[in-house]
């Protein structure tokens, strides 16, 4: 049963270039979240997503900030006209159907905005 | 007011040391605990759930206490792979997980 896998792993652009991380949960597993972890600083949350539904997205930055969990393939978390701000470890993690089971995270995208 | 809080550390113990961490929680209404461990740049991985009764494994305790808000973990004997940094997690109604800053521990040699 593979884990959490979110591709790619390094993903190096430009300012002003759109960056698209994306996210496949657990099998099984119907909760996507979105967290960022800038360097030195704790996990903060972004977006809280299940199939075609986002459901809490209180952490998301108003602009340039966009996630989907469509009914068919991966979550995407999408960063249009990055800036170097938005250097960052991002964190994908999923859950189980179940009402508060267990987050299981996936090895992270580390963007790198030049 | 942060939904979880901890001391950020560090905490710099010798090898074989008994270390305590705290955690405190705003919302009384916080349905699910969890310690995770993280390790330099790497994904944050389950260390243990926490349960009202307490739960041991090996070396790593877990304590909740509902009344004060607040959940705790006891690591006995550290061992130098022990070095990571410690969450606090707490989940709630609408299946939100919080997430405290961390707390950051180093085994001595």
């Known amino acids: 049963n593979a884990g959490v896998m979110q591709n790619p792993r390094h993903l190096v652009r430009r300012r002003g270039q759109e960056a698209r991380l994306r996210c496949s949960p657990m099998?099984?597993?119907?909760?996507v979240y979105w967290y960022r972890q800038l360097p030195e600083e704790g996990l903060k949350f972004m977006v809280y997503?299940?199939?075609?539904?986002?459901?809490?997205e209180s952490g998301m930055p108003k602009e340039r900030f966009s996630a989907e969990f469509p009914k068919e393939g991966p979550s995407i978390l999408r960063i249009q006209q990055v800036v170097r701000g938005d250097s960052a470890a991002y964190f994908c993690?999923?859950?189980?159907?179940?009402?508060?089971?267990?987050?299981?995270f996936g090895s992270g995208t580390q963007l790198s905005v030049l | 007011r942060k939904e979880v809080e901890q001391d950020p550390g560090p905490f710099n113990v010798p090898e074989g040391a008994t270390v305590a961490f705290n955690c405190t929680y705003s919302?009384?209404?916080?349905?699910?605990f969890f310690w995770y461990r993280q390790d330099c740049r790497k994904e944050p991985k389950l260390l243990m759930s926490?349960?009202?009764s307490g739960n041991e494994d090996g070396r790593f305790t877990a304590q909740l206490n509902r009344a004060s808000q607040y959940i705790s973990l006891l690591i006995r004997d550290s061992k130098l792979s022990d070095s990571a940094t410690y969450l606090c997690?707490?989940?709630?109604?609408?299946?939100?997980?919080?997430f405290g800053t961390g707390t950051s521990l180093t085994v001595i040699p």
């Open positions: 993690a999923s859950s189980p159907r179940r009402a508060n089971e267990k987050l299981f």
């Open positions: 099998k099984g597993h119907s909760h």
């Open positions: 997503l299940q199939k075609e539904n986002i459901i809490d």
């Open positions: 919302n009384s209404a916080s349905q699910s």
């Open positions: 926490v349960y009202s």
């Open positions: 997690v707490v989940s709630g109604a609408g299946n939100q997980f919080y």
